[in-house]
């Protein structure tokens, strides 16, 4: 089975950064896609960013555009989310997800397609 491991998270001020880790062990190599997912307070979950592996493509919500980037170590088995120019908006708790399951371009951003969530990690940005 393959597991996901969050860290990283913690609390920034506004305009700063963070840079999330997400660890995975067992058939890390073979999932379709793999992403960011997050939930704020009393709102629904959404896909922040996801990468794809058949083709290496990334994904990217409005909201974050130019300010998150995601990346892939698999040497370390690990997907990172680097975020810059933090907003009080972006607090929510992260999470890790990937499928093993093909997928059309793009769907990776819709959190119903994942089925290997981590336990999340808590981001909260402060005006």
């Known amino acids: 089975d393959v597991q996901l491991v969050e860290s990283g998270g913690g609390l920034v001020q506004a305009g700063g950064s963070l840079r999330l880790s997400c660890a995975a062990s067992g058939r890390h190599s073979d999932d379709y896609a793999i992403g960011w997912y997050r939930q704020a307070p009393g709102k629904d979950r959404e896909g922040v960013s996801c990468f794809m592996n058949n083709d290496g493509s990334t994904y990217y919500a409005d909201s974050v555009k130019g300010r998150f980037t995601i990346s892939r170590d698999n040497a370390k088995n690990t997907v990172y989310l680097q975020m810059h120019s933090l907003k009080p908006e972006d607090t929510a708790v992260y999470y890790c997800?990937?499928?093993?399951?093909?997928?059309?371009?793009?769907?990776?951003?819709?959190?119903?397609?994942?089925?290997?969530w981590g336990q999340g990690t808590l981001v909260t940005v402060s005006s």
């Open positions: 997800a990937a499928t093993f399951f093909p997928m059309s371009p793009g769907l990776c951003l819709d959190d119903v397609y994942l089925e290997v």
